[in-house]
């Protein structure tokens, strides 16, 4: 038996238990309601960890320990960020969205959302974020399949291209076969397979280097600056104001928005936030743990560091295929394959959600019966993942790149229009067109000319959302005041929200 039976098997089996959910989520789809929103069926604990895996993908155990491992502790202001974001998003977005999208006629999708909550009869709204999704999430779908071809070639020697479509190829099946129920049961099992191998081996690495001090003492050895938050001073207050801004993305990933707007009731939402913030500061602090002390077992055993000194991003597979058992290290390299499937099928099926609920049921077949949504639904998955397939076929492509363009793109693009749209009853149609438009391109110019042209370090993120906010507001207020319709809605919704402690 050669070493990567064990890895070939693990994988196999994890691999055959996801397509078999796909399946049993097949039968329990009646209609389009069903695949693209579980008919709003997800109890707490599959809504909470199935946001959180759809938010974690590869870069938890990719990108992220690779930034540590580059950086040191300086890289870890990025995880008080999303912390900060992710649990405001719990307590401040995730109820009011569930309410508001069931009393827009029982929006669907954040086009629909958007359509319905300011009555923009001109579908405007619905053509331009239903487009922003689709080129963001092009990119941010590249960037699991780049992960999930980097595990693959790691593990199994594979070329590149071939790699990409070994990593691709189920999370495809199960998604176009199982629809939404697929992505949030297979998500949950994932978190749960991810939670493992993030809680396990940073302890395991710190062992193998002695334990907690003389880990410190190596990564000293290596060089000073990577104990010091502020990088010796070199970080400064952009770099820190950058990392802590990836919080702000939460409130506009549409593939987490899904997840609220899917659960059950009001009242899952509260038991659904204890346990998915739990779930991810362990994840969090684990993956940080891997890169950081990831330092030190390599200063201690740098014959073995030829792997990740070719690329960081690899440094959870390096040490789980060294330190671990090769079952072991099966299992665990298999939550680097869930952290992968989880976000890729959750975006697929976004992708898929806007081009058949928002443009050919929208604007080309109203009246489209829900078996045929169904299965152009199911189409559209196949063709988006093929676009980012074609996207990821760059060898040179890293995780992290790729996922913070598109996160700053739908934080700014989407962010400030969801949060006033739930808070603010004067906002208006033109004033959420105002804040997409700005947001989307603030941060395609900011990256493409003060980035990568003038090397400014102030994350695209940044400039986006406030540039998005500045611009709902003076749209709005310059405009006239919003249908009487719409603020009735938004009053019941806020009654609705009051009596039940929000």
């Known amino acids: 038996m050669t070493a990567s039976?064990?890895?070939?098997v693990t994988f196999s089996l994890y691999l055959l238990v996801m397509i078999a959910i796909g399946f049993i989520a097949w039968r329990?789809?009646?209609?389009?309601?069903?695949?693209?929103?579980g008919g709003r069926s997800l109890g707490s604990y599959v809504t909470a960890l199935s946001a959180g895996a759809s938010d974690m993908s590869g870069w938890l155990l990719m990108g992220l320990p690779g930034a540590l491992y580059i950086g040191g502790l300086s890289e870890a202001w990025i995880a008080f960020g999303l912390i900060a974001g992710a649990w405001c998003n719990w307590r401040y977005v995730a109820g009011p969205l569930r309410v508001y999208t069931e009393r827009t006629r029982n929006a669907l999708t954040l086009p629909d959302y958007f359509t319905h909550r300011f009555a923009d009869h001109s579908r405007i709204l619905r053509i331009l974020s239903a487009l922003v999704i689709l080129v963001f999430f092009a990119i941010y779908a590249a960037s699991g399949i780049v992960a999930g071809a980097r595990l693959f070639e790691s593990v199994f020697g594979l070329p590149y291209a071939q790699a990409i479509w070994y990593g691709a190829a189920a999370t495809i099946l199960y998604t176009l076969i199982g629809g939404f129920l697929?992505?949030?049961?297979?998500?949950?099992?994932?978190?749960t397979l991810m939670i493992?191998?993030?809680v396990l081996t940073p302890v395991v690495v710190v062992l193998s280097n002695g334990g907690l001090q003389p880990s410190l003492a190596l990564i000293e050895q290596v060089d000073p600056a990577?104990?010091?938050?502020?990088?010796?001073?070199?970080?400064?207050?952009?770099?820190i104001v950058s990392l802590l801004a990836w919080g702000l993305g939460y409130f506009g990933q549409p593939h987490i928005l899904a997840r609220f707007m899917a659960a059950d009731n009001l009242a899952t939402i509260p038991k659904a936030r204890r346990i998915g913030m739990t779930w991810?500061?362990?994840?969090?602090?684990?993956?940080?743990?891997v890169g950081f002390f990831g330092i030190a077992h390599y200063a201690a055993h740098p014959q073995d560091a030829a792997p990740v000194t070719a690329n960081a991003e690899r440094v959870f597979?390096?040490?789980?295929?060294q330190l671990f058992n090769p079952w072991v290290a099966g299992v665990l390299l298999s939550a680097v394959l869930a952290a992968i499937m989880s976000t890729l099928s959750c975006q697929l099926l976004v992708c898929s959600s806007a081009l058949t609920e928002d443009f050919y049921k929208g604007l080309?077949?109203?009246?489209?019966s829900q078996r045929e949504l169904v299965w152009v639904g199911r189409a559209m998955v196949l063709a988006v993942a093929l676009v980012a397939i074609g996207i990821a076929s760059d060898p040179e492509s890293r995780v992290l790149g790729l996922v913070s363009y598109a996160w700053a793109g739908f934080g700014a693009a989407f962010g400030p229009v969801v949060v006033l749209s739930l808070f603010w009853k004067r906002m208006t149609r033109n004033g959420a067109l105002a804040g997409m438009v700005v947001g989307a391109l603030t941060v395609i110019a900011w990256k493409q000319v003060a980035v990568n042209q003038m090397g400014s370090a102030l994350y695209e993120m940044v400039p986006g959302f406030i540039a998005a906010t500045v611009a709902i507001v003076v749209a709005s207020l310059l405009d006239r005041q919003p249908p009487s319709e719409v603020q009735a809605t938004h009053e019941q919704v806020r009654l609705t929200l009051l009596e039940n402690g929000y």
């Open 5 to 8: 039976t064990p890895l070939l």
């Open 28 to 37: 329990a789809t009646k209609n389009f309601d069903d695949y693209i929103l």
């Open 364 to 368: 080309v077949r109203k009246h489209a």
């Open 280 to 289: 991810m500061v362990l994840c969090l602090f684990g993956a940080i743990a």
């Open 196 to 198: 493992f191998a993030l």
């Open 317 to 321: 597979i390096t040490l789980s295929q």
């Open 226 to 239: 990577k104990l010091d938050w502020f990088k010796g001073g070199t970080l400064g207050f952009v770099g």
């Open 182 to 191: 697929a992505v949030s049961w297979t998500d949950t099992v994932q978190a």
